[in-house]
């Protein structure tokens, strides 16, 4: 059975610094990696859907590089802002459905 | 705006009740997914749909059932609610790439949280 893991389970980081966060998964059978934003009260929302070795992709301050042969992927986020706070999933394919992680709790410290 | 709405965001139920927990969603999406979160585990799918009338179990789907008679409505039941189905409960849907869903991105509901007294 497919295990993902999320490393940190928490993180605090104060307001302006910049920080990043893994998903491991075994690299046999991958289909495709997605990170989700998951603010409280609120759906998780897509950031990433990646599929190749050493994809990467950016959107705004936040970014993701994925290297499907030692089986990580990272998330950046630059210059943490509030909103930013938030608990960060990764979902890996490897067949017909995704596996999460438990998640990454983001809290940023004014 | 694409949406997938949950029918409550919270319920409360008595042990042995049956439960509807009903999921609609707006984009034509053929798959729906039904997953569980609880405090320090990932998202664990409990069914999937791919097209109407069909269905598979995920990874707990032991006490629950679904229902897809029509593409846009994804309902999860549970038989005889017991206090360990407490929890929160997604519903997610995406586009088709078939048996292969999760080339895409899933868009989700915000969730019910579910206690079970």
Redo the contacts between chains.
């Keep these: 059975i497919l295990n ?1 893991e999320q490393s940190p389970q928490s993180l605090h980081v104060q307001e302006g610094d910049s920080t990043n966060f893994t998903c491991s998964f075994p690299s046999s059978n991958f ?2 990696l ?1 990170w ?1 934003r998951w603010e409280t ?6 950031l990433f ?1 990646m ?1 190749l070795n050493g994809d990467e992709k950016k959107k705004g301050r936040i970014s993701a590089t994925l290297n499907t042969k030692e089986g990580y992927s990272y998330l950046y986020i630059k210059g943490s802002q509030p909103e930013d706070s938030a608990t960060y ?1 990764c ?1 890996v ?1 490897s067949n ?8 990454t709790k983001l809290i940023i410290k004014p | 705006d694409v949406k ?1 709405t949950q029918s409550s965001r919270y319920l409360v139920k008595r042990t042995g009740e049956k439960v509807f927990l009903e999921c609609v969603q707006d984009m034509d999406h053929e798959n729906m ?1 039904w ?1 569980r979160q609880d405090p ?6 409990i069914y ?1 749909s791919y097209d109407v009338k069909m269905k ?1 179990k ?1 990874d707990i789907p032991e006490g629950y059932s679904v229902s897809r008679e029509k593409k846009e409505r994804f309902s999860l039941i549970l038989e005889s609610a017991s206090t360990n189905q407490t929890s929160m409960y ?1 519903c997610a849907s995406s586009p088709p790439s078939h ?13 019910t949280r579910l206690t079970v007294v």
Excluded at chain 1, 41 to 46: H, I, T
Excluded at chain 2, 104 to 111: A, D, K
């Design positions: 993902v289909y495709a997605h989700y009260a609120k759906s998780p929302e897509a859907v599929t999933l979902g394919g017909y459905q995704l596996i999460w992680g438990a998640g | 997938v997914f997953y320090g585990l990932g998202l664990r799918l999937f598979e995920g997604l048996r292969v869903p999760q080339y895409y991105g899933y868009t989700f509901g915000s969730g």
